[in-house]
């Protein structure tokens, strides 16, 4: 039983890894708690990329013929694509949270919680994770609607590939909400930073050589494309397990640095 | 239990020579505090005296460049473990979720604090039943209202029984009955548990329910005593005109009927010895050559007390 009210003593505080694993639990539970809270809103940043897909693959499909790989087609090869999509729109609201939770007051409330600030990023990153694996798996049973199969799945490369890319965006999209002042600011770092990036990280057309092949290579989200259109596709499988690789090395980057800018400044824009 | 019983020789949390700037500006000078088990103490001041600094100092919002923080007698860094296990704080915007209910909140609060599981559960149900709001556990956050808000505000503080609580402006944007419930609250609190409280305000009905109070004003400290002591600074009546004329020609010719007089916005304050403030009244219409448009006779209050301290005005 719960002793009454009473100052304790400090022998009664939590150990410094309770106090971190508490506070990762509890950034990850609220991400959990706000998707039961909020589902339409959810679903709804999901359904915008299978609209996309929708539309662009069916408009796409009757001229896209992939050299090497005639047997593709565009809604099977946009597929991939799109699925990355779902997971950078789910990433960006969520973090754009964390602007609102400045303004709002929540966050002072988190960063005076004795765990370490690395906790309540890994919390948050977590409980992003979570969702996006719960929006994949409802995205991934269209599957055969795009002409694949779930029996050519290399599942041991999708599943590391979808959290490894929703870690690495979840982590930038941190960095850049603690770093900005306001909710406006983080939709037009969206628009021009972001939304490109997933432009031409070949989910909507393959590389075709020259400047903007480099620009896909430099391109972190090109690698998190390669991943999942490989896992999905047998013909493009292609070096899947070294941009695996790749892709945890700039997850792990991108967490790191998120975790850094947390510990940097106080909670408030800099 | 009385509070007087619960000081101890060991000050709960002392801070010294804090000071803080924005850019070239500086917002808190050589801020000292010494705070013991069972106390309140009041950090009175008008906006731009340096109270949230203080406050964002203590919480380890906002880095500190210079000064000390102790607990328990021993120095500590800035945000330390030790100091934020210590320490419970309320902001002046509540830090809980609108969307998620009132116990999801506290759930939450628990579990950054360590306590998980059933051991939270109980703290969460306990704390309820200490701010009066068990029965309305399971309604959403952003439903009630702004009183119930701050109670619960104060419960997620209290989850982890600190030795300390920290309020910033804790009364504003409450009601009447809020403010006297969320006072209750608060001095029961301290009674039961010894808790000793640190609170921003710029309420002269607020300052009263502390023991001690700091006087700020520019980011400096101007005097720390009791609220009957600072009170004790204006003692007297206090007639207040409200006038047509030039305020300083008015104050000029009422100067000789009183121990002071000051100017105060459109108004002129007269501060006369105890109980002579009726037979003045009289003689301040005959001085006039135009009588004031309202007159009123009152005892000082601590907002007179803190204008004729620090020339600001509270609020």
């Not at chain 1, 789910?90 to 303004?103: C, S």
């Not at chain 2, 609108?98 to 059933?118: D, F, H, P």
């Not at chain 2, 204006?234 to 047509?244: C, K, Q």
Request: hydrophobic content about 50%; glycine content about 10%; overall charge neutral.
């Amino acid at each position: 039983m719960t002793p009454p009210l009473a100052t304790r003593s400090m022998s009664a505080s939590p150990s410094r890894s309770a106090a971190n694993l508490g506070l990762l639990f509890a950034m990850w539970h609220r991400e959990l708690l706000r998707l039961r809270r909020e589902p339409a809103r959810w679903i709804g940043i999901a359904a915008q990329p299978l609209l996309f897909w929708l539309i662009l693959g069916s408009g796409f499909a009757p001229s896209f013929q992939l050299s090497g790989a005639p047997q593709v087609t565009y809604t099977g090869f946009f597929f991939p694509g799109t699925l990355v999509m779902v997971v950078l729109f789910t990433a960006i609201f969520a973090t754009i949270t964390v602007i609102e939770d400045r303004t709002s007051g929540f966050l002072q409330g988190v960063l005076v919680a004795p765990g370490a600030r690395g906790a309540m990023v890994l919390g948050k990153v977590l409980g992003i994770t979570t969702t996006v694996a719960i929006q994949s798996a409802l995205f991934l049973a269209l599957l055969p609607l795009a002409g694949l199969q779930f029996g050519q799945v290399v599942w041991l490369a999708l599943v590391p590939g979808v959290v490894l890319t929703s870690v690495m965006l979840a982590s930038i999209g941190m960095l850049m909400a603690w770093r900005l002042p306001t909710s406006q600011s983080y939709h037009a770092i969206m628009s021009v930073v972001l939304l490109p990036m997933w432009v031409v990280s070949g989910a909507l057309f393959p590389p075709g050589g020259g400047t903007l092949e480099v620009i896909m290579m430099l391109n972190p989200l090109a690698h998190s494309v390669n991943v999942v259109r490989g896992a999905m596709l047998p013909e493009l499988r292609e070096g899947l397990w070294t941009e695996l690789g790749v892709l945890l090395a700039l997850a792990m980057v991108a967490l790191g640095l998120a975790t850094w800018a947390c510990q940097r400044a106080g909670g408030r824009p800099a | 239990m009385n509070a007087a019983t619960l000081a101890s020789a060991d000050p709960v949390l002392a801070l010294l020579n804090l000071s803080h700037s924005y850019g070239d500006r500086r917002v808190l000078d050589a801020f000292s505090l010494e705070l013991r088990a069972g106390e309140i103490v009041g950090l009175l001041g008008p906006n731009g005296s340096g109270k949230s600094t203080i406050i964002s100092l203590l919480a380890g919002l906002i880095p500190s460049r210079s000064g000390e923080f102790r607990v328990g007698g021993r120095r500590v860094e800035q945000a330390a473990r030790e100091l934020r296990e210590r320490l419970g704080v309320v902001f002046q915007a509540a830090s809980l979720d609108v969307r998620l209910s009132v116990r999801e909140n506290l759930r939450l609060a628990a579990a950054m604090r360590g306590l998980m599981g059933r051991v939270g559960a109980d703290r969460v149900e306990l704390m309820l039943d200490a701010v009066r709001l068990v029965d309305r556990g399971d309604e959403v956050v952003g439903k009630l209202s702004g009183g119930m808000r701050r109670r619960i505000d104060i419960a997620r503080a209290l989850l982890h029984q600190p030795e300390l609580l920290v309020l910033d402006e804790p009364s504003s944007g409450l009601d009447e009955r809020s403010f006297r419930d969320l006072w209750a609250t608060l001095l029961d609190l301290r009674d039961a548990t010894g808790l000793a409280i640190l609170v921003a305000t710029h309420r002269p009905d607020e300052a009263e329910h502390c023991g001690r109070l700091i006087v700020l004003a520019g980011g400096r400290t101007v005097a720390e005593l009791t609220p009957d002591a600072l009170r004790a600074r204006v003692d007297g009546d206090l007639v207040t005109l409200t006038v047509s004329a030039d305020a300083n020609d008015v104050a000029q010719r009422i100067a000789s009927l009183g121990d002071s007089v000051q100017v105060v916005g459109d108004a002129v304050q007269l501060r006369c010895p105890p109980g002579a403030g009726p037979a003045v009244i009289p003689r301040i219409f005959q001085v006039l050559p135009v009588a004031p448009l309202e007159v009123a006779l009152r005892r000082p209050s601590l907002a007179d007390a803190f204008y004729s301290l620090t020339g600001e005005q509270l609020g």
